[in-house]
């Protein structure tokens, strides 16, 4: 990885199964799957795919399965240009996969394979990788490694971005400190605001103090809020018929990147990251419908300049 | 498909995804799952690979998603040289998959997925590829599929038998007599058996009247028996420690089917039969632990001659 990239996202890659079912199975029987789809997801792929898509120079770490690799996900990967030369490559275990359920009652249920996502604990995160990034974007994945990861990136002067999401019960009050002071923008949905407003005993206009120059709160079809310089900016959010809200965030985060990379101002990362977000919700799949720039800035522009 | 085949065999290929989790999940919760193990599976894969590692010429026809295409488990068979050339393969439907969970009190439940399956439903039966086989195998997959195939095969003089497996209840009176009128040689286990008298409404020594040359009832552990010519035999199951049952009655057909290609007498079949499924028990996975013929006759002389 010697050539300069715009964004390093570290966290999941992975597989997500999603079937319907007539009732969920007794112990003991067997149930047969009315429809299944097989999707590309994972917390850190899909904030990589959807920068690439819109122009970024990205890369990624993740912990996956040796199957991984001249997958047509991986191929996917490289057709966006992302260098996936820094990918943990574990012998032992598959690359983390989700199987999702819905009955007819439209209960759900989750199994959660972790698999190689377990090799991030023993894995230490390139120096070089993040040393050649120009902002880092810390997702699910593993507290410790993104803890290592925040600091390397912090010294090396770089934008550090932060999105707990579902592991933020894996963060112990001194892990989250510790890579809130090391980074540059943190964004949560409006459940994690409130639960890290707990951890820190604080309200959200004082998790500034903690380290994040932003603060981004994601409140799906609800809008979202940037917190920065003890100030508040608040975006509706495009409203188009969402098939599927899954990775809704993650792309929302993708997009916020981009237009700061490329300093633009608060309003319009929030707007643009609305935009992108709009489409892939589209589409059942985090991946299935990956807005181009031009695409994204003609639907921003329709809808908040004719509000 | 020009050259001459030694088997062909129509049923089933699938994926099967073996998993343990700690309690199966409530409506609308998460489990993780502790481990995941990923198998080639589908009766019909099963008995062509065996028989292609001992050595038969094998073709196969299965229902499969694009995505089996140039994948590893279409490799696999192309190394033991099986012919897949008449694969029914789905443009909408991935291959069958089967979603198998044990829970820490040994409860199990699975989801099955039949997906391509579905397309034998929409296709007839290759003439061709029945003409260019010695014998053909019909196992679960569609009895509708399996009653055509049985026509064309009987009409040109093939062996064909004949495992209707867990697809039994899909079969009614009509379609299971007209498939057991073209058919050679009946395999079931004991439950299966039971069920096909109660249908058929005679003992299994009568099932003869209806076609079959030969009846062959697999018992797990319990051995085998075979039933022709108004005689009966029975021959015991080899001891092996087994370490997954799954896949012994598949390799059991396989081994039988070898020896009666070549000629053997029915107390043969068996003794090879059983001695082919004893090494397939020793591993997970019904194709991880394929024998090879030297193997399954020093085993076989092994046991049956140290009595």
């Known amino acids: 990885?010697?050539?300069?990239?715009?964004?390093?996202?570290?966290g999941h890659t992975a597989i997500d199964y999603i079937m319907t079912v007539e009732k969920f199975p007794k112990p003991n029987s067997s149930i047969p799957i009315e429809t299944m789809n097989v999707f590309h997801g994972g917390a850190g792929a899909n904030v990589a795919m959807v920068g690439a898509k819109l122009g970024l120079e990205t890369s990624i770490i993740s912990a996956v399965g040796e199957k991984f690799l001249n997958s047509e996900y991986e191929k996917n990967m490289h057709e966006l240009?992302?260098?996936?030369?820094?990918?943990?490559?574990?012998?032992?275990?598959?690359?983390?996969?989700?199987?999702?359920?819905?009955?007819?009652?439209?209960?759900?249920?989750?199994?959660?394979?972790?698999?190689?996502?377990?090799?991030?604990?023993k894995s230490n995160p390139p120096e070089k990788a993040i040393k050649s990034s120009q902002a880092v974007h810390l997702?699910?994945?593993?507290?410790?490694?993104?803890?290592?990861?925040?600091?390397?990136?912090k010294k090396n002067g770089k934008i550090v971005s932060f999105d707990p999401g579902q592991d933020l019960n894996m963060y112990n009050e001194q892990k989250l400190k510790k890579v809130l002071e090391n980074c540059t923008i943190l964004f949560a949905n409006h459940y994690e605001i409130e639960r890290i407003e707990k951890i820190l005993n604080c309200d959200i206009d004082k998790v500034e103090e903690f380290g994040p120059e932003i603060i981004?709160?994601?409140?799906?079809?609800?809008?979202?809020?940037?917190?920065a310089n003890k100030?508040?900016?608040?975006?509706?959010?495009i409203y188009h018929p969402a098939i599927d809200p899954t990775g809704?965030?993650?792309?929302?985060?993708?997009?916020?990147?981009?237009?700061?990379?490329?300093?633009?101002?608060?309003?319009?990362?929030?707007?643009?990251?609305?935009?992108?977000?709009?489409?892939?919700?589209?589409?059942?799949?985090?991946?299935?419908?990956?807005?181009?720039?031009?695409?994204?800035?003609?639907?921003?522009?329709?809808?908040?300049?004719?509000?």
């Open 1 to 10: 990885m010697s050539e300069m990239k715009d964004l390093l996202a570290i």
């Open 216 to 227: 981004v709160k994601t409140s799906g079809k609800d809008g979202s809020t940037v917190y």
């Open 81 to 121: 240009n992302i260098n996936t030369e820094n990918m943990i490559v574990s012998e032992k275990y598959d690359t983390p996969t989700a199987f999702g359920m819905t009955n007819d009652e439209k209960d759900q249920i989750f199994y959660f394979y972790w698999g190689a996502g377990k090799e991030f604990a």
């Open 248 to 307: 809704a965030g993650d792309s929302y985060r993708a997009g916020f990147l981009y237009q700061y990379i490329k300093g633009k101002d608060f309003e319009d990362c929030a707007k643009f990251a609305s935009s992108v977000s709009s489409f892939i919700v589209e589409k059942q799949g985090c991946q299935t419908n990956l807005p181009k720039y031009k695409q994204v800035i003609e639907r921003m522009k329709e809808f908040y300049e004719n509000k």
């Open 139 to 153: 997702a699910t994945g593993n507290p410790t490694f993104n803890q290592k990861s925040s600091v390397i990136a």
């Open 231 to 237: 100030e508040k900016i608040t975006v509706d959010s």
